[in-house]
């Protein structure tokens, strides 16, 4: 099992551009989290989605968009990006978030400059 | 432009004794707090979670323990080893699901 796997790995943007990044997991787990984390801080969750189809804001939603079209698949999206997007992004997901297990597995990061 | 990073409290432990990690919490709803181990350059891992309706919970050489009282959650590692060097995070869970990371300790173990 590959678990969580994000792509890219790496990327670097110019301003304005825009860019999706992809989170897959192969655990058949119903919540997937985006979160940012910035150099020597906390991981802040962008977006969080509880089931195929539903999505819902975390604590730093601006700037970003998010789709969960498959269970599996997770994607957040960068519409015009700007300097201060330049972060390392993770992605996340967990059998069930409220209830018991509430284990949640992280990718290995996607680590985006913006110039 | 560009916030500035926080630099992280770092405690520093010597191989073989026990450290303590502290951690404050805001939301009194929260149904399950969760801490979490990050090494360099990877993602976090889970290490152990305790239920709200609990005060301590032992796992495999860690200790959680919580205070609702005050709001506070603690992780105990006993026999600190170089290995556990990492930067720890505790986190909570509320709102169906909503996955929120505190402020993280970067915990240093020294030979």
């Known amino acids: 099992n590959a678990g969580v796997t994000q792509t890219p790995k790496f990327r670097v943007l110019k301003t304005g551009q825009s860019m999706t990044l992809l989170c897959a997991q192969d655990?058949?787990?119903?919540?997937m989290y985006w979160y940012r984390q910035d150099p020597g801080m906390g991981l802040r969750l962008i977006h969080y989605?509880?089931?195929?189809?539903?999505?819902a804001k975390g604590e730093v939603p601006d700037g970003y968009n998010v789709s969960r079209l498959k269970k599996q698949n997770f994607l957040l999206g960068l519409e015009s990006a700007a300097p201060s997007q330049t972060s390392v992004y993770f992605c996340?997901?967990?059998?069930?978030?409220?209830?018991?297990?509430?284990?949640?597995?992280f990718g290995q990061g996607t680590r985006l400059t913006v110039v | 432009g560009e916030s500035v990073g926080l630099h992280l409290p770092t405690l520093s432990v010597q191989e073989g004794d026990n450290s303590i990690i502290n951690c404050a919490y805001s939301?009194?709803?929260?149904?399950?707090f969760i801490w979490y181990k990050q090494e360099s350059g990877k993602g976090p891992q889970f290490i152990i979670d305790?239920?709200?309706?609990?005060d301590k919970r032992q796992g495999q050489r860690v200790t959680v323990l919580l205070n609702k009282t005050v709001k506070h959650l603690s992780l105990q590692i006993a026999a600190t080893q170089p290995g556990d060097s990492a930067v720890y995070f505790c986190?909570?869970?509320?709102?169906?699901?909503?996955?929120?990371f505190g402020a993280g300790t970067q915990v240093v173990v020294t030979p």
């Open positions: 655990m058949n787990h119903e919540y």
């Open positions: 989605s509880v089931g195929e189809g539903t999505t």
């Open positions: 305790i239920r709200s309706n609990m």
């Open positions: 986190a909570e869970i509320y709102s169906w699901g909503k996955l929120q």
């Open positions: 996340a997901s967990s059998i069930r978030g409220r209830n018991s297990n509430t284990e949640a597995f």
């Open positions: 939301n009194s709803a929260s149904d399950y």
